[in-house]
């Protein structure tokens, strides 16, 4: 086993106050430790904890897309591994979460031979259910990038929750998207095939501030608009209808039917 190490932290959503003792430890002890996060203040929180700490975010370049920008951050992490240090790479939220260069960076180094692992962190999702008061096992949950959801034209249960991620930049490759999401219309119009106008969505940000609400935002799906979203945000869908109980599934397994 080759002497580098690389362990993938999530810094939750919440400023400072989201990072577990496990996480905190291993950003205090890394012999460096790469950083991607949303706000300048989690970025001065790590860089109090450990004055070896760099930002990945230089290597987004205007108009070049999403993935070679990830691939020069998974790159950039493993050539630190490469240098025989214990890396540290620390990204918003869950770090597995719409996070590919943790993924891939992890995946180079294992295949190189080196030492790394995932630690969990508190997502964007996590907040949303606490946020809305959400149970996601009341009745089921789907979740997907909105760019993927129409792309792929992605099949919706209507009798369970949707969530879609990334509306505020519905349509866009580039690394710094517009903030503009001209996808958008698009994508009102694809939910419009399986909900009526008036079914209440609801536009959430999670708050990044100990002591601030989140951006929460219920409208009629028919109405949708650009003014509602903003980059970070989701769209929290309600089910249309209950699901149908199997009474036949209810009886083999030896529930009482209702």
């Known amino acids: 086993m080759s002497s580098g190490s690389l362990t993938v932290v999530g810094t939750g959503i919440r400023l400072g106050t989201h990072l577990t003792r496990e996480t905190r430890l291993l950003l205090e002890t890394a012999d460096v430790v790469l950083s991607l996060v949303a706000e ?40 630190h591994v490469r240098e025989g240090k214990n890396v540290v790479a620390a990204f918003y939220g869950h770090p597995g979460v719409f996070v590919a260069p943790s993924h891939e960076a992890i995946r180079m180094a294992r295949a190189e031979g080196y030492m790394a692992s995932m630690l969990p962190g508190i997502s964007a999702e996590d907040c949303l259910f606490a946020d809305l008061g959400v149970d996601p096992s009341r009745f089921g949950c789907q979740s997907y990038e909105a760019t993927d959801f129409l792309v792929h034209r992605r099949r919706i249960d209507r009798t369970a929750a949707l969530v879609l991620w ?30 009526p106008p008036e079914h209440e969505v609801t536009v959430y940000e999670a708050s990044p501030y100990p002591g601030f609400d989140p951006l929460v935002r219920t409208v009629g799906l028919g109405e949708l608009s650009v003014e509602h979203v903003t980059a970070l945000s989701t769209l929290y869908v309600p089910p249309r209808e209950p699901a149908p109980l199997d009474l036949t599934m209810l009886d083999r397994l030896g529930l009482p039917r209702p």
Do not use: C, F, W
């Not at 760099?54 to 205007?62: K, T």
């Open 40 to 79: 300048p203040g989690m970025q001065a929180v790590l860089e109090r904890l450990n004055p070896k700490t760099r930002s990945l975010h230089d290597l987004y370049e205007l108009g070049e897309s999403r993935a070679e920008a990830y691939e020069a951050m998974a790159e950039e992490i493993l050539r």
């Open 166 to 195: 990334q509306i505020g930049t519905v349509g866009s490759v580039a690394a710094a998207a517009t903030t503009q999401p001209t996808g958008l219309p698009v994508l009102v119009e694809a939910l419009l095939e399986y909900y």
